[in-house]
């Protein structure tokens, strides 16, 4: 009996990914960080294709330099928490999906809260740079698969959204400044691990723009695009369905 007979979206999904991946799909755990221009279009990447077990990581609420590029954010959703409002999105398209919406801070102080040992994939979608070398650190010294964008900023063309394995990521500062971090601290992340980035780095040609958020002060806000951080989030989720797609044809030979 197919297993899109309950849920009619999954159709076109098990009739690529056949069966057998897109129960596997349903039964991973998966753990988002960060629900901005990336965080969001790769949580509805990842629902779309038939994820059911997503726990969405932000502090942050909608503001209204989020509604450019970010997937739930409107002008009818600005100051609402991301990740409530992102869950709410997801939930129309799939409420049989398990979401679990932490509004809070992932950093060395609060990483012990989120218990990354009991998923089966963890994925890095923040900007802060102290955070996601941290959040780096601790991932990839779990069992579970990690996947991780780099900076989305500062991009028009498409074509240059590429992925590598993190020490060969070039061209973006983001990396280039978590390597030297890294390298200063003598702290190596647990094993090796695959990044979205692109080496496109343009100039902000406009004034300075508004913080998006008071809960953050960052050094600097840079101009940003949909498509790009939709490339990016779309791509992060598809190294997850491409790895559970792998592995589970090898797992019945069919590799």
């Known amino acids: 009996m197919s297993t899109a007979t309950n849920l009619d979206y999954s159709a076109r999904t098990e009739l690529l990914l056949g069966q057998d991946v897109l129960a596997r799909l349903g039964e991973v755990r998966v753990l988002l960080f960060g629900a901005g221009g990336v965080g969001s279009w790769c949580a509805e990447g990842l629902v779309r294709s038939g994820v059911k077990h997503l726990t969405l990581v932000d502090a942050d609420v909608i503001g209204v330099t989020n509604v450019n590029r970010q ?34 801070v992932f950093s060395a102080e609060t990483a012990g809260e989120f218990e990354m040992e009991g998923y089966d994939y963890i994925l890095d979608a923040i900007d802060s740079l102290k955070d996601k070398g941290e959040l780096i650190l601790r991932a990839t010294r779990t069992p579970a698969v990690f996947f991780c964008s780099m900076g989305a900023a500062c991009k028009v063309d498409p074509t240059q959204v590429r992925v590598a394995e993190f020490w060969n990521v070039r061209g973006c500062p983001l990396g280039a400044a978590i390597r030297k971090k890294f390298k200063q601290n003598h702290t190596w992340p647990g094993h090796k691990f695959r990044c979205v980035y692109d080496e496109e780095v343009l100039p902000n040609r406009g004034g300075v723009g508004e913080p998006e958020s008071e809960l953050f002060n960052k050094a600097q ?26 592995k589970t044809l090898a797992a019945h030979g069919d590799a």
Do not use: C, W
């Not at 129309?92 to 809070?104: G, N, R, S, W, Y």
């Not at 939709?230 to 598809?238: E, P």
């Open 71 to 104: 997937l739930m954010a409107t002008p009818h959703t600005v100051g609402r928490v991301k990740v409530e409002a992102l869950r709410d999105r997801l939930l129309e398209i799939a409420p049989d999906v398990q979401i679990t919406a932490l509004h809070k």
């Open 221 to 246: 806000i840079n101009g940003s695009l949909a498509h790009i951080t939709a490339i990016f989030g779309m791509t992060l989720a598809g190294l997850l369905i491409q790895d559970v797609y792998q």
